[in-house]
Every structure is written in structure tokens, then in C-alpha cells.
């Protein structure tokens, strides 16, 4: 802010050309009342100026001297041994003609001293009234860019200064390195004293360190009434202290030329230094216009005290913070990555469309959480989703495959029964591979279910007999398609675990799964307990599974679908705890419609389900070449075959119809009914498949 400058230079130029005709007027004797006004006007004209900041100043500058960009003016730079000097660019006017004392004058600037070590010599800066803007042969170093060792001390100098030292130049008898001084012509200070300020009336003062690269001010004034220079020093955000740090008495009038240039020299030594003024102003024949400190230029942020400070605090914390950001980027990255973690190998590639990945699993049952779980199955939990993009509903199954080696056996048998396509099996869409022998199966979604649940978990009679029949139909399909309709012959093995789609046409899940796990590895979980009447009694023996031991569990299917009853219920009369049993005596008395579901009333086809219910024990027959096959099974239910009444009567006559020998003579040791309603699987897949390869 360098208000008007030329104007300024003008009107010093007016004072000058007044006081001239002034003398001229003196010379003629000739006082009117004219000429005291113009004296007047040239006293209200008296030189000021005032800077805030430096930018678009007209000042007189050399050596490293500089205006920065955001208005400091920069007497030195990081160069070592600068000097730089810096002026008012017109002389002023500083004594008074008539009488030739220096005038009344004061000044106030701001100052920073930024060394680039906080505790090595700076030197300084001085303020500086001088004659001339050029210093011949002046050094920089202790010299502050004001004498060199000849001229120092030479009453020709006419030089008054104030320095601002931060060296102990013992040569100069310096106090220390901090400290402030009014030299006259010669750097051994007239008078100086470590820099401090008056902290109250009685003396108190504090220390302040002028190379702390912290911005201070100075007050310079100089009462031309009884010549006393006082010197007032304080940081920025202190008022000026009442109390001066130096107050001589001092006539600058034999000193001082009637004109002189004022403004500021420093020089530095080999510690890199830079010294700045923020801003000054100054004021003849008055207190100087106090400087506003919130226009003045910030310091550079590239002090040693600020430079510690940024290190020290600055660059830790935001190093921490860093730091903490990318290492939980990273964190969350790598939980994501292992969370969607998938195994994927060359070999997988082939199954292409048959791969899913976890993330849509994922995404599809909404991270497997329980609200979607559909059941727990023996081997593993399944839930209901639907895939992110096609918006197919679909169930998901966990299983857990530990044998590593096996793990291609076992997808390349996954991904061959997906293959499997018939009305009356449930589809598999594809599989995912997980690290840790997690295997994900996706299989078409069947809203209604499965049977199990519906024959006896839901309120009973849910299921017609039309239903029923129809349901019957479809899982013989589904198991001859199995047996007989493919390059293989596929064992179910879990005839009960039927699920319904959407038009309860009934449909075979999980087929084939089991014999993956290794032939009859599963015969002494608990779950073999809710397929107890399931099991065809040579299995218990043989542990070998056959498509006959799937007639087997078919007849009592067929048994369980009639007589809306378990294979075994431990609360019945004693002789009837076994249905095949229960049945079979009931057909041989002719009253074989007394086992119909009663939840039926009397709303079924009498020869359709007098057809089940023998089809029933004829599959229940314990000689499994005496059980027919499911192709049979289908001719007799759809009426293409009549059934044999000849074979039961030969049923009967082994003897056999139920091996109580071999695998249920401890049936009184089963659970209660209840139990055995929670141990029955609600989803399928239970115990025992494999196949009869
Ligand atoms: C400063 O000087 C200008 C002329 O240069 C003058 O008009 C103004 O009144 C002066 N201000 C003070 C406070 O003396
Ligand atoms: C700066 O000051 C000098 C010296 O008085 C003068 O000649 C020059 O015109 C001034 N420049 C501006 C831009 O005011
Ligand atoms: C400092 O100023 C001097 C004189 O103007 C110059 O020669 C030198 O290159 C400057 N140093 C830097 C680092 O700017
Ligand atoms: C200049 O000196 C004369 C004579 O001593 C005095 O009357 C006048 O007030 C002085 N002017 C100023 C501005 O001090
Ligand atoms: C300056 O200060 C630093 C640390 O405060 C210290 O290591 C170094 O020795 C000091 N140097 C001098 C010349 O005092
Ligand atoms: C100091 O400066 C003066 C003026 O330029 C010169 O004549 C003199 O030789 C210098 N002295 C030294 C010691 O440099
Ligand atoms: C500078 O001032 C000191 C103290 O007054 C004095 O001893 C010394 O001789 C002076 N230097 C010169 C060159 O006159
Ligand atoms: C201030 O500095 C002076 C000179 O260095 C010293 O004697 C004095 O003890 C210091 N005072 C305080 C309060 O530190
Ligand atoms: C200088 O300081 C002394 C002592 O505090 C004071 O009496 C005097 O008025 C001051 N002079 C100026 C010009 O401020």
C-alpha cells in the first residue's frame, strides 16, 4: 500500500520550495501575514507515509532487496553475505531552515528475522537515516550493509541508525547477539540494550528473541524539542509498550543534513537469513500512522521456528493421518478381497457359465444372513437370493468339501449334474469355490418348498388327493429319469427330500450329491435317523445304495403321501409303530382303506389310492429284486400295467415284508416324535445318496 508515493515526493518537493522562499522573504525583512499562511499550509503538508504492505510501493531498492509477490519487502535472501537497502525513494526535508534543528519525527515498521538455523547469527537489520541512498564500499556481515572497516566511525558519514542485531560483533563492544542500538556514524552503538519489552510501569520487562522468525514492531521517535531519541520494541500482538527500550538524549541536529533518505539496510553473514519489513510508516513533525496488522503480508512459513515446527508437529500428524487412511484403505481392501475371496482354477475355466461369483452369492442373499436362511440340510444351510443382475431367485447352498485332491472330482460331478435336465428335478444352475473347501451350490428356487413340510409340518390337508397323486407321479418320473433316462445311472438316495415348485409339481433336489462324500460316510450321522424308514434294510447291511434301495424309500414315500403318517410313529398301538406294517396287515384283512390320511375325509380316488398303498409295500418288499424297478412303478401309475395282487401275496409269504432283524428292531429306542420332527431335515439332501455305479 504505497499511497500515492509520487504525490508524497511532490508535496516534500513544495515544502522544500516554501521553506527556500521563506529564507528569501527572511533575507528581505519582510513579514506579512501572507507568508505565515503558506508556513501553515507547508506544516499541514509535512511528510508521511505509511505502508501496510509493500506491493506496488515505489521504493528505492538494491543489493538482494526485493518486494515479494504478497507484499513483503525482502531486504535479504538465502544467499549468505546479502546485503540489501531499501529507501523512501525522495529525500526528506529533516530540518528546520530557520533555526536548523531536526525536526520532530517518528516512525513504526514491522519486522521478521528468519534464520535459517533458530539459534546461529543472523546479523540484522538497521534502520537507517542517511544523506545519500548509495553506501560506498559498505559490507555486509556485522557491517549491516552500512560501512566497511574505513568507514565506519566517520563523522562525514552523517548516518543515524537503528539496529536491530542479532550478532556479537566484540569488535563493535556489542552487548550480545540480541540486542537493540542507536548508532550514530559508527557501529559501536551510543547506546543499546537486549532486546526486550516493558512489560508495566515498574521496570518489568520480557526477553524476545529477534531471529525467532516471529513478526515485531519497532517505534522510532525523536523529539526535535529537547533531541531525545526513544526506541520501543514489542511482538505484534503486544500494544506498544509505554515504557521505551532505549530512550537517549541525543542531538541528531549537527548529525543529520537538512535532507535525508530514510528506509532499512541488513546485511547477513554465512548463515542464510532472511530479513523482512511488513510493513512502516513514517510522519515528520508528528506520531507516525499506526500500522493496521491485519492488512500486514504473512511471514513466509519458511522459518527454522515454523520449518521445526511443521516437522516436529505438523508433518507427524499428518503423516498419522496418512498413514491411518491408507493402512485402512488397505484393511478394507483386503477384508473385501478375503471376503470375496474365490479359488479359480485353470481347470474351472471350462465350466464358464457354471462358475458364480461370491460377490453376487454374496450380494444375492444379502450375506447370508439368517432372515434368508430356507433350512439346514446335511450338508450345509441354504438360503434364498436373488442374483444382482438377472433378478433370478435362486437357493444357495453352503457345503463343506475338506478333501483337497477330490475338489476337481467333486465340481466336475457338480457341474455334470447340473447337466441333468428333467421337469421333476430341481435345477443346478452352477457352483462357487471358496478357499477353505467351501463349496456354494446355486439351484433354481422352489417357493412351495418341500414336502416334507407340507405333508405333515403345515396344517394337514394343505395337499388334495389330485395334488397328491400328481406329486407321486412326478417324483417316480423324477427317480426313473435318474435311474434310466441319462448316460448314468444316478441314485437319489433321499426320495422324502422332494421340494414343490411353483405348481406343486414335485421336484428331486440334490441328487447325486452324496456319493461325492464318499460311499455311506454319512450312515452314522444323526440325520440317518430322521430317513429311518427310509432305509432299505440291505443298507444297513451292505452300505451299498442302489436304485432298488430308491424304490425302497420311494414305497414309503408313496406309504407317508396316503396315509399321511411317518414310516415310524412311535405313539401308534404297538403293532402299527411301523406303517409298511400297519398297512400290510390292514390289506390282508381287505380293510386297506382304513390307512387313508384321514385328513383326506373321503375326498380321494378309492382306486388310485389303493393303487399307492399297494404300490407302497410292493416297493417296501425286503428282497430288493422283489421291489420293482422305477420304470415298473411308472407303467402301474399311469394305469399302462396292471399290479399284480399275486406279488403281495408272495410278500406275504416270505414272510418278510419289514426286516426287523436287520436294521429297526430297536425302533423303541428311537426318539419321540418330536424329536424326530426336529431332527427331519426341512430342506432336503439329508443322509444317504450315492449311487449304484
Ligand atoms: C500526509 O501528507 C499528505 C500530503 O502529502 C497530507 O495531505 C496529509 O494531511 C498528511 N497526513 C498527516 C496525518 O499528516
Ligand atoms: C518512483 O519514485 C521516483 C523517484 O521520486 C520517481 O521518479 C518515479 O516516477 C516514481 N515511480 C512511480 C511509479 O511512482
Ligand atoms: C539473492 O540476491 C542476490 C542479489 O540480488 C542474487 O545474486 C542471488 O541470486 C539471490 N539468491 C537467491 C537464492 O535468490
Ligand atoms: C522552525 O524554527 C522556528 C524558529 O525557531 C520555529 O518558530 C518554528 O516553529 C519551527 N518550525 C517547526 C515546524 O518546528
Ligand atoms: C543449535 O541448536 C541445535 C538444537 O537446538 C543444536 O543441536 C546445535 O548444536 C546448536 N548450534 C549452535 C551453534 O549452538
Ligand atoms: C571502504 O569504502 C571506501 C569507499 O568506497 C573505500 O575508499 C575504502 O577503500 C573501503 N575500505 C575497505 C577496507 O574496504
Ligand atoms: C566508534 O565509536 C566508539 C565508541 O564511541 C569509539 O571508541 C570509536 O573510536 C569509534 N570509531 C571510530 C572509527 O571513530
Ligand atoms: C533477558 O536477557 C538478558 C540479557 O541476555 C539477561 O541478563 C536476563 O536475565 C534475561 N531476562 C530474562 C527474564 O530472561
Ligand atoms: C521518550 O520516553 C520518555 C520516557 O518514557 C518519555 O518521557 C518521552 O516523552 C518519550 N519521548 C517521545 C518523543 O516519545
Given amino acids: 500500500m504505497g499511497d500515492k508515493t509520487s504525490r508524497r515526493c511532490r508535496s516534500t518537493r513544495r515544502t522544500r520550495t516554501i521553506s527556500t522562499m521563506f529564507v528569501k522573504v527572511k533575507l528581505l525583512l519582510l513579514l506579512c501575514p501572507f507568508l505565515s499562511l503558506v508556513m501553515t499550509l507547508a506544516a499541514s503538508d509535512d511528510a508521511n507515509f505509511t505502508y501496510n504492505d509493500f506491493r506496488g510501493a515505489n521504493l528505492s531498492l538494491d543489493g538482494s532487496a526485493q518486494i515479494t509477490p504478497n507484499g513483503l519487502l525482502m531486504l535479504t535472501n538465502e544467499s549468505s553475505r546479502q546485503m540489501g537497502h531499501a529507501f523512501y525513494p525522495c529525500p526528506l526535508q529533516f530540518k528546520n531552515q530557520s533555526d536548523g534543528n531536526v525536526f520532530t519525527f517518528s516512525s513504526t515498521f514491522v519486522f521478521g528475522i528468519l534464520s535459517e538455523y533458530q539459534n546461529l547469527s543472523a546479523h540484522g537489520i538497521a534502520f537507517v537515516i542517511t544523506p545519500s541512498r548509495g553506501f560506498p564500499g559498505a559490507r555486509p556481515t556485522q557491517y549491516l550493509g552500512l560501512f566497511n572497516e574505513s568507514t565506519n566511525g566517520d563523522p562525514s558519514n552523517h548516518i543515524v541508525a537503528v539496529e536491530l542485531d542479532t550478532f556479537h560483533s566484540k569488535e563493535f563492544s556489542d552487548i550480545d547477539d540480541n540486542h537493540v542500538g542507536i548508532d550514530i556514524n559508527n557501529l559501536t552503538s551510543v547506546d543499546s540494550k537486549p532486546a526486550s519489552y516493558a512489560t508495566d510501569q515498574s521496570g518489568g520487562h520480557k526477553n524476545i528473541s529477534l531471529k525467532s522468525g516471529k513478526a515485531m514492531q519497532v517505534w522510532i521517535e525523536y523529539n526535535g524539542l529537547d533531541g531525545r531519541i526513544n526506541v ?54 508528528g506520531p507516525a500512522k499506526e500500522l493496521v496488522i491485519s492488512q500486514l503480508p504473512k511471514l513466509p512459513r519458511v522459518g527454522p521456528k515454523e520449518h521445526s515446527k511443521f516437522l516436529t508437529v505438523g508433518m507427524p500428524i499428518i503423516g498419522l493421518v496418512l498413514a491411518s487412511t491408507v493402512i485402512s484403505v488397505i484393511l478394507f481392501i483386503v477384508r473385501r478381497k478375503r471376503k470375496f475371496a474365490e479359488e479359480l482354477e485353470d481347470w474351472e475355466l471350462e465350466y464358464g457359465p457354471h462358475r458364480f461369483k461370491y460377490k453376487d452369492l454374496y450380494t444375492a442373499t444379502k450375506g447370508f444372513r439368517d432372515k434368508e436362511l430356507l433350512g439346514i440340510g446335511g450338508f450345509g444351510r441354504v438360503y434364498r437370493g436373488v442374483l444382482p443382475t438377472s433378478k433370478i431367485e435362486v437357493a444357495v447352498k453352503r457345503v463343506s468339501h475338506e478333501s483337497k485332491q477330490g475338489t476337481r472330482e467333486f465340481v466336475a460331478e457338480i457341474v455334470c449334474m447340473g447337466r441333468l435336465q428333467q421337469r421333476n428335478l430341481v435345477q443346478l444352475l452352477g457352483y462357487c469355490r471358496r478357499k477353505g473347501g467351501e463349496i456354494l451350490l446355486v439351484y433354481d428356487y422352489m417357493p412351495n418348498g418341500s414336502l416334507d413340510k407340507l405333508l405333515f409340518n403345515q396344517p394337514k390337508a394343505k395337499l388334495n388327493w389330485g395334488q397328491r397323486f400328481q406329486i407321486i407321479k412326478g417324483v417316480a418320473s423324477g427317480l426313473f429319469y435318474l435311474h434310466e433316462g441319462w448316460e448314468k445311472v444316478v441314485v437319489h438316495r433321499d426320495v422324502k427330500s422332494s421340494l414343490l415348485d411353483s405348481e406343486f409339481n414335485a421336484r428331486l433336489g440334490d441328487f447325486g450329491l452324496a456319493r461325492l462324500y464318499g460311499h455311506g460316510s454319512d450312515f452314522k450321522t444323526t440325520h440317518v435317523v430322521g430317513t429311518l424308514g427310509y432305509l432299505a434294510p440291505e443298507l444297513t447291511r451292505t452300505s451299498k445304495p442302489s436304485p432298488s434301495t430308491d424304490v ?94 399275486s406279488s403281495l401275496h408272495g410278500l406275504s409269504a416270505s414272510g418278510l415284508i419289514f426286516g426287523h432283524d436287520e436294521g429297526f428292531s430297536n425302533f423303541a429306542t428311537l426318539p419321540s416324535s418330536t424329536e424326530l420332527a426336529s431332527t427331519q431335515p426341512s430342506l432336503s439332501s439329508d443322509s444317504l445318496l450315492s449311487t449304484g455305479r
Fill in 552 to 645: 425302497f424309500s420311494f414305497g414309503a414315500f408313496l406309504l407317508e403321501v396316503a396315509c399321511g403318517r411317518r414310516p415310524i410313529d412311535p405313539q401308534a398301538s404297538a403293532e402299527d409303530v411301523i406303517l409298511v406294517d400297519w398297512v400290510f396287515s390292514c390289506w390282508s384283512r381287505g380293510t386297506i382303506l382304513e390307512t387313508v390320511d384321514p385328513n383326506l375325509g373321503s375326498d380321494y380316488v378309492a382306486e388310485e389310492i389303493i393303487l399307492v398303498l399297494k404300490l407302497g409295500l410292493l416297493c417296501s418288499h425286503s428282497i430288493p429284486t422283489s421291489r420293482p424297478t422305477m420304470r415298473q412303478v411308472m407303467r402301474f401309475l399311469v394305469g399302462a400295467a396292471p399290479l399284480p395282487d
Fill in 232 to 285: 520501543t520494541l514489542a511482538p505484534i500482538n503486544v500494544p506498544k509498550p509505554d515504557i521505551p527500550l532505549l530512550s537517549l538524549r541525543y542531538n541528531l541536529s549537527p548529525i543529520m543534513k537538512d535532507s535525508m533518505y530514510v528506509g532499512f539496510s541488513s546485511g547477513t553473514g554465512t548463515v542464510p537469513t532472511f530479513h523482512y519489513v511488513l510493513g512502516w510508516s513514517f510522519k515528520m513533525n
